[in-house]
C-alpha cells in the first residue's frame, strides 16, 4: 500500500502521521491531567468546606438549635458546587437540610473520621462533629471534647468539574486541529517544492522517450534537482547525437543495400540466363541419353531376337558358337547402356531411393541367386553367412541395395579364378530403433594394389586398365555404388592384398522394421533333426546358419555311407534324422550314385534336399524321384528351402503302402490370370510350349476358384481387370491360404505398364515378383525355376527388350516385330493380331463413350487393357500412343485429351492399313 503512493502523498504522509500522534498522544495525556487536577481540587473543597462546617455548626448542634443550623445549611448552599447540606443529631435525626435529599445512603453512625464516597454525579462527605469543634467555634461552654454531637454531611455536584473538564479538552482538540493544519499547509507548500521539479523531469523524460531529443530541463530551484536536470539534459544531448549518427549510418547503408540490390538483380538475371542455359543444356542431355537409349536398344532388341530364332534353326556348331558370341555381346552391351543411364541419373541428382520393408537376407541370396551361373561356370562357390544377431527386416531400397551387392559380387566373380566368393552381414550397432550393418563381399581373387585402389572409385576407370585384362565394362558400376551407398547415408571401401584376394564392404545404418510371420522358424520344422552333407567348410557354415534359423537341429555327416549308417541306427529313436540336405556336386557325387542313395533314405523314412551349382542342375533333375521338391540351386535361398523341406514333410510327400514310385520329373503346374485374351493365349501358348500344365483363366474370380480346387507351383497374375482386379485376387487368394494354413503359392503379376510406385504396392500387396510385358520364353523359364525349382524345356535364350518409344517415323504395322515378340510362331503371331483387330472397334467405342462421361477409371482399365493387347503385336505406333496415354492418365495430366485424340486416330490408321494390306 505504501509503494502505491505518490511522492506527495509520501511527503504528507511522513510529515503528518508523526505530527498527529504526538499531538494526540500529549492533547490526552494533558487533558487527562487537567481532568484529574479538577477532580482533586473538588475533592480538596469539599473536604475543606465541610471541615470549616464542623466548628460553626457545633454550637447550635450541641443546643440542638435546629433553626441555626438552617441558616448555616442554607448559607453552605451558596458554595461553588455544594448541592447539598444535612446536619444530623447523635440518633442520627435529621436536623436541618439544605438542597435536595441526598444520593446516597445514610452513614454508619459509629464512624468517627470523615467518610467520603462518590458516584457518578456527585461526592458525599459526612464527618462527625464533637465536642471539641465547639473549642474552635469560640464557645466558651465546656464540654467534653470527645463527646459526639452528631454529623454534616455535605453532597458536591460533578457537573461543574466535568464541564470544566469538557471546556478544557475541547481548547486541546482546538490546538491540536490547529497545529495539525498548519503542519499540513507546511506539508503541501513543502510537498510541491519537491512534485514540481518531479513534474517537470517526468514529462522531460516522457518527451525523449518519445523521440523528441531536443528536449531540454530548466533550472529546478534546488542543487540536487539541477544536478538531476543537468544529467538528463546531457544523456538526451548524448542520445541525439547517437540517433543523428546511427541515422547518417542507415542512410549510408541504405544507399550500399540500394547498390548491391541492383547488383545483385543484374547478377540474378545473368544467373536467370545461366539456369535457363543450364536446364536447356540437362534437357537437351537427357534427351540425347533416351535417344541414345532408344536407339540402341532398339537394335539389340532386334540382333538379340533375331539370335534367338537362328538358334531355333538346325545351324552348324561353329554357327551356334558365333551367335553365342553375338548373344553375350549384345547383353554385355545392355549392361553397358544400363551403367551409363544410373550414372547419368545419379549426376543429375534425379534418382529417388524408395524406403520400403525388405528382408536382408533375401537381398543377398537373390543377388547370389543372379549370379550363381556365371560364378558356377568358373567354378567357384559362392555363399551367404547372416550372423545371427543381425536384424534381418529392415526399411530402405532393395533394389538399389541388390544393385551395389551385384556390382560387388559380380566384380569378385571377373577378377576370381578359383575359390570362394562370400556374402557376410553384421551388426555393428543396434539402438532397438536403426541398425547399423556391416555387409562385406570377400573373394580369394588377384587382389589390387595400392595404385589401384586410389582410382578405384573414379569414373570410367578399372583396376585392370591394361591392354590384356581379362574383365570388361566401363568402370562405372563401383562409382555407381559409391555414390548409391553414400545416398543411403552409408559408407563403401576396400581392404585388399595383392595375390590373396580384396573384401569389399558397406557401412550402412537402416530402420528397423516389424518381422515377418515367415521369417520365423514353422511348425513342421520345429525340433527336427536334420543332417548336413557339404565339403566346402564355409558353404557348410552358411547351411548350418540357415537350418538353425527355421528351427532344426543340425547334424553334420562326411559322407552319404555315414548319413546312411547313422539314419538307420538312430530310425527307432525318439527323435530320428527325417530329413537331409545334401551339397553335391558330379565331381563328388555323379547323378547316378545319388540317385540311389536318395532312394535309400527314402525306405528309412529321411527326406532328402539335394543342393547343386546350376550348371549341373540338368544332369542331376532326371535322377531324383521328385526333382521339384528335392533340388534346388545352391547356394541355397533359405525361404525356398525351407519351404521345400515343409513340403517334403507333408501328406504328399509320406511314404504309402502299395503306392506306386513317383515320377522321375513332372511338368510344373501353373495358373495364368488375364482378361486379354490375346495376352491369355500368348502366355498359355509359350508355357505349353516349353513343357508346362497350363490352366487359362481370364478373371480374377476364376483365379480365386480354380487355387480352392486345384494346386499350382506358381500363379502369373494380370494386375488390371475388370470386376476383380489382379491384386484383389491376390488378397483372396492369400487370405484363403491363411484359412487352410497352406504353403503360399507364388504369385507373379504381369503389368504392362508399371510405375515404380506400382511396383511397389504390388509387392506390398502379396505378390512375389513381377514382369512388364512384353514376356519372353527365357524371363518365363527364369521365374518358373526361380519360384518352384522346376526346369523348362525348349526355353529360348532371347532376351527382348522392351518395345521402340515413339517416334514420328514409327510404322503402323510392322509385320517382323510381330513375329519376334509371338517367340517366331507365325500362326501364333498372326491371331494376336486378328484378337486385337477384333476388339479394336469396340475398345474405340468404350473409351469414346467413357471419354463423354469423364471417367478417368474406366478410361485407366481400357487403355490398359488395349496396351497390353498392342505389346504382343506388330503396332508400334499404336502401342506407343496406349504407352503414352496411361501414363498421362494415370498422372491426371491434363495433357490426356489430346493423348486420346491421338490414340483414336491411330486406332483408325491401323484398321485402314490393315485392310489395304489385307
Same mark, same amino acid.
Given at each position: 500500500?505504501?509503494?502505491?503512493?505518490?511522492?506527495?502523498?509520501?511527503?504528507?504522509?511522513?510529515?503528518?502521521?508523526?505530527?498527529?500522534?504526538?499531538?494526540?498522544?500529549?492533547?490526552?495525556?494533558?487533558?487527562?491531567?487537567?481532568?484529574? #487536577?479538577?477532580?482533586?481540587?473538588?475533592?480538596?473543597?469539599?473536604?475543606?468546606?465541610?471541615?470549616?462546617?464542623?466548628?460553626?455548626?457545633?454550637?447550635?448542634?450541641?443546643?440542638?438549635?435546629?433553626?441555626?443550623?438552617?441558616?448555616?445549611?442554607? &448559607?453552605?448552599?451558596?458554595?461553588?458546587?455544594?448541592?447539598?447540606?444535612?446536619?444530623?443529631?447523635?440518633?442520627?435525626?435529621?436536623?436541618?437540610?439544605?438542597?435536595?435529599?441526598?444520593?446516597?445512603?445514610?452513614?454508619?453512625?459509629?464512624?468517627?473520621?470523615?467518610?467520603?464516597?462518590?458516584?457518578?454525579?456527585? $461526592?458525599?462527605? *459526612?464527618?462527625?462533629?464533637?465536642?471539641?469543634?465547639?473549642?474552635?467555634?469560640?464557645?466558651?461552654?465546656?464540654?467534653?471534647?470527645?463527646?459526639?454531637?452528631?454529623?454534616? &454531611?455535605?453532597?458536591?455536584?460533578?457537573?461543574?468539574?466535568?464541564?470544566?473538564?469538557?471546556?478544557?479538552?475541547?481548547?486541546?482538540?482546538?490546538?491540536?486541529?490547529?497545529?495539525?493544519?498548519?503542519?499540513?499547509?507546511?506539508?503541501?507548500?513543502?510537498?510541491?517544492?519537491?512534485?514540481?521539479?518531479?513534474?517537470?523531469?517526468?514529462?522531460?523524460?516522457?518527451?525523449?522517450?518519445?523521440?523528441?531529443?531536443?528536449?531540454?530541463?530548466?533550472?529546478?530551484?534546488?542543487?540536487?534537482?539541477?544536478?538531476?536536470?543537468?544529467?538528463?539534459?546531457?544523456?538526451?544531448?548524448?542520445?541525439? !547525437?547517437?540517433?543523428?549518427?546511427?541515422?547518417?549510418?542507415?542512410?549510408?547503408?541504405?544507399?550500399?543495400?540500394?547498390?548491391?540490390?541492383?547488383?545483385?538483380?543484374?547478377?540474378?538475371?545473368?544467373?536467370?540466363?545461366?539456369?535457363?542455359?543450364?536446364?536447356?543444356?540437362?534437357?537437351?542431355?537427357?534427351?540425347?541419353?533416351?535417344?541414345?537409349?532408344?536407339?540402341?536398344?532398339?537394335?539389340?532388341?532386334?540382333?538379340?531376337?533375331?539370335?534367338?530364332?537362328?538358334?531355333?534353326?538346325?545351324?552348324?556348331?561353329?554357327?551356334?558358337?558365333?551367335?553365342?558370341?553375338?548373344? +553375350?555381346?549384345?547383353?554385355?552391351?545392355?549392361?553397358?547402356?544400363?551403367?551409363?543411364?544410373?550414372?547419368?541419373?545419379?549426376?543429375?541428382?534425379?534418382?529417388?531411393?524408395?524406403?520400403?520393408?525388405?528382408?536382408?537376407?533375401?537381398?543377398?541370396? @537373390?543377388?547370389?541367386?543372379?549370379?550363381?551361373?556365371?560364378?558356377?561356370?568358373?567354378?567357384?562357390?559362392?555363399?551367404?553367412?547372416? =550372423?545371427?544377431?543381425?536384424?534381418?527386416?529392415?526399411?530402405?531400397?532393395?533394389?538399389?541395395?541388390?544393385?551395389?551387392? $551385384?556390382?560387388?559380387?559380380?566384380?569378385?566373380?571377373?577378377?576370381?579364378?578359383?575359390?570362394?566368393?562370400?556374402?557376410?552381414?553384421?551388426?555393428?550397432? @543396434?539402438? /532397438?530403433?536403426?541398425?547399423?550393418?556391416?555387409?562385406?563381399?570377400?573373394?580369394?581373387?588377384?587382389?589390387?594394389?595400392?595404385?589401384?585402389?586410389?582410382?578405384?572409385?573414379?569414373?570410367?576407370?578399372?583396376?585392370?586398365?591394361?591392354?590384356?585384362?581379362?574383365?570388361? /565394362?566401363? /568402370?562405372?558400376?563401383?562409382?555407381?555404388?559409391?555414390?548409391?551407398?553414400?545416398?543411403?547415408?552409408?559408407?563403401?571401401?576396400?581392404?585388399?592384398?595383392?595375390? &590373396?584376394?580384396?573384401?569389399?564392404?558397406?557401412?550402412?545404418?537402416?530402420?528397423?522394421?516389424?518381422?515377418?510371420?515367415?521369417?520365423?522358424?514353422?511348425?513342421?520344422?520345429?525340433?527336427?533333426?536334420?543332417?548336413?552333407?557339404?565339403?566346402?567348410?564355409?558353404?557348410?557354415?552358411?547351411?548350418?546358419?540357415?537350418?538353425?534359423?527355421?528351427?532344426?537341429?543340425?547334424?553334420?555327416?562326411?559322407?552319404?555311407?555315414?548319413?546312411?549308417?547313422?539314419?538307420?541306427?538312430?530310425?527307432?529313436?525318439?527323435?530320428?534324422?527325417?530329413?537331409?540336405?545334401?551339397?553335391?556336386?558330379?565331381?563328388?557325387?555323379?547323378?547316378?550314385?545319388?540317385?540311389?542313395?536318395?532312394? @535309400?533314405?527314402?525306405?528309412?523314412?529321411?527326406?532328402?534336399?539335394?543342393?547343386?551349382?546350376?550348371?549341373?542342375?540338368? *544332369? =542331376?533333375?532326371?535322377?531324383?524321384?521328385?526333382?521339384?521338391?528335392?533340388?534346388?540351386?545352391?547356394?541355397?535361398?533359405?525361404?525356398?528351402?525351407?519351404?521345400?523341406?515343409? &513340403?517334403?514333410?507333408?501328406?504328399?510327400?509320406?511314404?504309402?503302402?502299395?503306392?506306386?514310385?513317383?515320377?522321375?520329373?513332372?511338368?510344373?503346374?501353373?495358373?495364368?490370370?488375364?482378361?486379354?485374351?490375346?495376352?491369355?493365349?500368348?502366355?498359355?501358348?509359350?508355357?505349353?510350349?516349353?513343357?508346362?500344365?497350363?490352366?487359362?483363366?481370364?478373371?480374377?474370380?476364376?483365379?480365386?476358384?480354380?487355387?480352392?480346387?486345384?494346386?499350382?507351383?506358381?500363379?502369373?497374375?494380370?494386375?488390371?481387370?475388370?470386376?476383380?482386379?489382379?491384386?484383389?485376387? $491376390?488378397?483372396?487368394?492369400?487370405?484363403?491360404?491363411?484359412?487352410?494354413?497352406?504353403?503360399?503359392?507364388?504369385?507373379?503379376?504381369?503389368?504392362?505398364?508399371?510405375?515404380?510406385?506400382?511396383?511397389?504396392?504390388?509387392?506390398?500387396?502379396?505378390?512375389?515378383?513381377?514382369?512388364? +510385358?512384353?514376356?519372353?520364353?527365357?524371363?518365363?523359364?527364369?521365374?518358373? *525355376?526361380?519360384?518352384?525349382?522346376?526346369?523348362?524345356?525348349?526355353?529360348?535364350?532371347?532376351?527382348?527388350?522392351?518395345?521402340?518409344?515413339?517416334?514420328?517415323?514409327?510404322?503402323?504395322?510392322?509385320?517382323?516385330?510381330?513375329?519376334?515378340?509371338?517367340?517366331?510362331?507365325?500362326?501364333?503371331?498372326?491371331?494376336?493380331? !486378328?484378337?486385337?483387330?477384333?476388339?479394336?472397334?469396340?475398345?474405340?467405342?468404350?473409351?469414346?463413350?467413357?471419354?463423354?462421361? #469423364?471417367?478417368?477409371?474406366?478410361?485407366?482399365?481400357?487403355?490398359?487393357?488395349?496396351?497390353?493387347?498392342?505389346?504382343?503385336?506388330?503396332?508400334?505406333?499404336?502401342?506407343?500412343?496406349?504407352?503414352?496415354?496411361?501414363?498421362?492418365?494415370?498422372?491426371?495430366?491434363?495433357?490426356?485429351?489430346?493423348?486420346?485424340?491421338?490414340?483414336?486416330?491411330?486406332?483408325?490408321?491401323?484398321?485402314?492399313?490393315?485392310?489395304?494390306?489385307?
Amino acid at each position: 500500500m505504501f509503494k502505491d503512493l505518490s511522492i506527495k502523498g509520501r511527503v504528507l504522509l511522513l510529515t503528518l502521521l508523526p505530527t498527529s500522534l504526538l499531538a494526540l498522544v500529549l492533547g490526552g495525556y494533558f487533558t487527562w491531567m487537567q481532568l484529574s #487536577d479538577l477532580q482533586e481540587q473538588l475533592l480538596q473543597r469539599g473536604q475543606m468546606t465541610i471541615e470549616q462546617l464542623a466548628p460553626i455548626a457545633a454550637p447550635a448542634l450541641a443546643r440542638s438549635d435546629a433553626a441555626l443550623l438552617q441558616r448555616i445549611a442554607n &448559607e453552605a448552599l451558596e458554595q461553588p458546587d455544594v448541592r447539598a447540606v444535612h446536619f444530623l443529631a447523635d440518633d442520627h435525626s435529621r436536623l436541618a437540610n439544605a438542597g435536595p435529599s441526598m444520593l446516597n445512603p445514610m452513614p454508619d453512625g459509629d464512624n468517627r473520621l470523615l467518610l467520603l464516597r462518590s458516584g457518578n454525579d456527585a $461526592t458525599r462527605f *459526612l464527618l462527625p462533629i464533637f465536642g471539641r469543634h465547639r473549642s474552635l467555634s469560640g464557645d466558651p461552654v465546656a464540654d467534653d471534647p470527645d463527646r459526639l454531637l452528631g454529623w454534616v &454531611e455535605l453532597e458536591l455536584s460533578h457537573h461543574g468539574t466535568l464541564l470544566r473538564g469538557y471546556r478544557s479538552l475541547f481548547a486541546s482538540l482546538l490546538l491540536i486541529i490547529t497545529g495539525l493544519g498548519v503542519t499540513a499547509l507546511l506539508a503541501v507548500q513543502m510537498s510541491r517544492s519537491i512534485n514540481e521539479p518531479l513534474r517537470r523531469i517526468k514529462q522531460g523524460v516522457a518527451l525523449l522517450k518519445e523521440g523528441r531529443l531536443e528536449t531540454r530541463l530548466p533550472p529546478l530551484g534546488s542543487h540536487e534537482m539541477d544536478e538531476l536536470a543537468s544529467g538528463i539534459n546531457r544523456m538526451a544531448e548524448t542520445l541525439q !547525437n547517437a540517433q543523428e549518427e546511427l541515422q547518417h549510418s542507415i542512410d549510408q547503408a541504405t544507399e550500399d543495400v540500394r547498390q548491391n540490390l541492383e547488383t545483385i538483380e543484374i547478377q540474378n538475371i545473368e544467373l536467370d540466363f545461366a539456369r535457363k542455359e543450364a536446364l536447356e543444356a540437362s534437357r537437351i542431355k537427357s534427351e540425347f541419353l533416351a535417344n541414345m537409349s532408344h536407339e540402341i536398344r532398339t537394335p539389340l532388341n532386334g540382333i538379340l531376337g533375331f539370335t534367338n530364332l537362328l538358334q531355333k534353326s538346325e545351324l552348324t556348331p561353329r554357327q551356334q558358337d558365333y551367335l553365342g558370341t553375338i548373344e +553375350k555381346s549384345a547383353d554385355s552391351l545392355l549392361g553397358i547402356i544400363n551403367e551409363i543411364l544410373d550414372f547419368s541419373k545419379i549426376e543429375a541428382g534425379k534418382l529417388v531411393l524408395e524406403n520400403i520393408p525388405f528382408n536382408l537376407r533375401d537381398v543377398l541370396q @537373390d543377388a547370389l541367386t543372379i549370379l550363381a551361373p556365371t560364378a558356377h561356370a568358373k567354378q567357384l562357390e559362392l555363399v551367404s553367412l547372416v =550372423y545371427r544377431d543381425t536384424p534381418v527386416a529392415l526399411i530402405g531400397d532393395p533394389q538399389r541395395l541388390k544393385q551395389v551387392l $551385384t556390382n560387388l559380387v559380380s566384380n569378385a566373380i571377373k577378377f576370381t579364378r578359383e575359390g570362394t566368393i562370400a556374402i557376410r552381414a553384421m551388426v555393428e550397432e @543396434d539402438n /532397438g530403433e536403426r541398425a547399423q550393418l556391416r555387409i562385406s563381399v570377400q573373394d580369394t581373387g588377384i587382389g589390387l594394389s595400392d595404385e589401384d585402389l586410389r582410382a578405384l572409385f573414379q569414373a570410367f576407370s578399372q583396376a585392370d586398365n591394361s591392354l590384356s585384362r581379362q574383365a570388361g /565394362g566401363t /568402370g562405372l558400376g563401383l562409382v555407381i555404388s559409391k555414390r548409391l551407398i553414400e545416398q543411403m547415408g552409408g559408407e563403401i571401401g576396400v581392404a585388399s592384398t595383392p595375390g &590373396e584376394g580384396s573384401e569389399f564392404w558397406i557401412s550402412l545404418s537402416l530402420p528397423k522394421a516389424r518381422e515377418d510371420a515367415e521369417d520365423q522358424p514353422q511348425a513342421p520344422l520345429l525340433g527336427r533333426t536334420v543332417a548336413v552333407i557339404e565339403q566346402h567348410e564355409l558353404a557348410r557354415q552358411a547351411l548350418q546358419h540357415q537350418l538353425e534359423d527355421c528351427g532344426l537341429l543340425v547334424v553334420h555327416h562326411p559322407h552319404l555311407d555315414s548319413l546312411l549308417a547313422s539314419v538307420s541306427a538312430q530310425q527307432y529313436t525318439d527323435n530320428p534324422v527325417s530329413l537331409a540336405v545334401l551339397g553335391v556336386t558330379s565331381q563328388d557325387l555323379p547323378p547316378e550314385q545319388l540317385s540311389q542313395r536318395v532312394w @535309400d533314405l527314402e525306405r528309412i523314412g529321411c527326406k532328402s534336399l539335394v543342393l547343386c551349382p546350376t550348371t549341373e542342375q540338368a *544332369l =542331376y533333375h532326371e535322377s531324383l524321384p521328385d526333382a521339384h521338391s528335392q533340388l534346388q540351386a545352391k547356394p541355397a535361398c533359405t525361404r525356398k528351402m525351407q519351404r521345400a523341406l515343409i &513340403e517334403l514333410l507333408g501328406p504328399r510327400h509320406q511314404p504309402a503302402e502299395h503306392a506306386p514310385l513317383a515320377p522321375i520329373s513332372r511338368p510344373p503346374r501353373l495358373l495364368c490370370v488375364d482378361d486379354n485374351p490375346a495376352n491369355l493365349k500368348l502366355v498359355h501358348t509359350l508355357l505349353t510350349d516349353m513343357g508346362a500344365e497350363v490352366t487359362a483363366v481370364d478373371s480374377g474370380f476364376a483365379a480365386v476358384e480354380a487355387v480352392k480346387h486345384k494346386t499350382f507351383d506358381l500363379i502369373f497374375m494380370d494386375v488390371q481387370m475388370p470386376g476383380m482386379d489382379g491384386r484383389q485376387a $491376390t488378397e483372396q487368394i492369400r487370405h484363403w491360404e491363411a484359412e487352410q494354413e497352406a504353403v503360399p503359392t507364388p504369385i507373379i503379376a504381369l503389368t504392362a505398364h508399371a510405375l515404380a510406385n506400382e511396383k511397389r504396392a504390388l509387392l506390398q500387396g502379396g505378390m512375389d515378383d513381377y514382369l512388364t +510385358k512384353p514376356i519372353s520364353e527365357r524371363q518365363l523359364a527364369q521365374v518358373v *525355376l526361380k519360384w518352384t525349382g522346376l526346369g523348362m524345356r525348349n526355353q529360348g535364350t532371347e532376351r527382348i527388350a522392351e518395345p521402340p518409344q515413339p517416334q514420328p517415323t514409327q510404322k503402323v504395322l510392322d509385320e517382323e516385330e510381330g513375329l519376334r515378340l509371338a517367340a517366331g510362331k507365325a500362326d501364333l503371331a498372326a491371331d494376336m493380331l !486378328n484378337m486385337l483387330l477384333a476388339s479394336l472397334e469396340g475398345d474405340r467405342e468404350t473409351i469414346r463413350q467413357a471419354r463423354d462421361n #469423364d471417367d478417368r477409371a474406366a478410361l485407366i482399365e481400357r487403355v490398359h487393357r488395349l496396351h497390353g493387347a498392342t505389346r504382343y503385336c506388330g503396332v508400334p505406333q499404336l502401342r506407343a500412343v496406349c504407352q503414352r496415354t496411361e501414363t498421362l492418365l494415370k498422372q491426371a495430366d491434363p495433357a490426356y485429351r489430346a493423348a486420346l485424340d491421338e490414340l483414336d486416330a491411330a486406332m483408325v490408321r491401323l484398321a485402314d492399313t490393315v485392310k489395304l494390306t489385307g
